[in-house]
């Protein structure tokens, strides 16, 4: 299901993405990677103790639309 929302991010403006993803969350997680937009999955999927959440965090170019993203443990 991931793999189907990330395919339909590039070409998005930050309002579309917001538009079906919902807001960023208002969090310093990941704040030095140069994030713009920032979502929790859940638990760490691929891990037998699962003591780790799983991030999705986009960046923008500098006319707010997709750059790039990256799944990210914390």
């Not at 339909?8 to 969090?27: F, M, N, V, W």
Request: glycine content about 4%; overall charge negative; aromatic content about 10%.
């Amino acid at each position: 299901m991931l793999a189907a929302v990330v395919a339909k991010l590039p070409r998005k403006s930050r309002a579309q993405i917001e538009q079906t993803l919902g807001p960023s969350l208002e969090t310093a997680y990941f704040m030095s990677t140069g994030r713009d937009i920032i979502y929790i999955l859940g638990p760490e999927r691929d891990s037998i103790f699962s003591i780790d959440s799983e991030w999705l965090l986009i960046w923008l170019d500098e006319n707010e639309v997709f750059e790039q993203y990256e799944i990210a443990t914390d």
